[in-house]
């Protein structure tokens, strides 16, 4: 019973351990600032310009004038915030990875049920 528990303590502590990403912090310079900001900006304005962006805020009653007046108004974190948002869509999903991290867990588990001695049994 303990040998289970152990064995399933250490496939999630590997697992967490293997997807967990570290992290780091820095001074940026200004000009990095600036050319992030107009990256930012044009990044936006390419998603806008999407026929299917474009058409769902001429539903929604948006006029491209409105649209550039109000992305004039916001400051430069925002701005940043939506182009991050913008990276993080996925048009067509992400089942692939999915996938793979199930295969992958499955294996993990069967050779760890393998080590410890026991038998899986399927009827």
């Known amino acids: 019973m303990i040998r289970k528990i152990i064995a399933i303590y250490l496939s999630v502590a590997i697992l967490v351990i293997g997807v967990v990403q570290s992290l780091s912090a820095g001074v940026i ?8 900001t107009s990256q930012d900006l044009e990044k936006i304005q390419k ?3 999407m026929k299917i962006v474009s058409q769902r805020l001429k539903d929604f ?3 491209e004038k ?3 007046e109000r992305l004039s108004n916001l400051d430069e974190q925002t701005l940043h915030k939506i182009a991050l948002k913008i990276d ?6 992400d089942a692939g990875t ?3 991290l199930a295969l992958l867990i499955i294996a993990l588990v069967v050779l760890i049920i ?3 001695g026991h038998r899986v049994v399927i009827r």
């Open 61 to 63: 009653g948006y006029s």
């Open 88 to 93: 993080e869509i996925k048009i067509a999903g």
């Open 98 to 100: 999915a996938l793979i």
């Open 29 to 36: 310079p200004s000009e990095m600032t600036l050319r992030c």
């Open 47 to 49: 998603f806008l310009e």
């Open 114 to 116: 393998n080590l410890t």
């Open 66 to 68: 409105e649209i550039m």
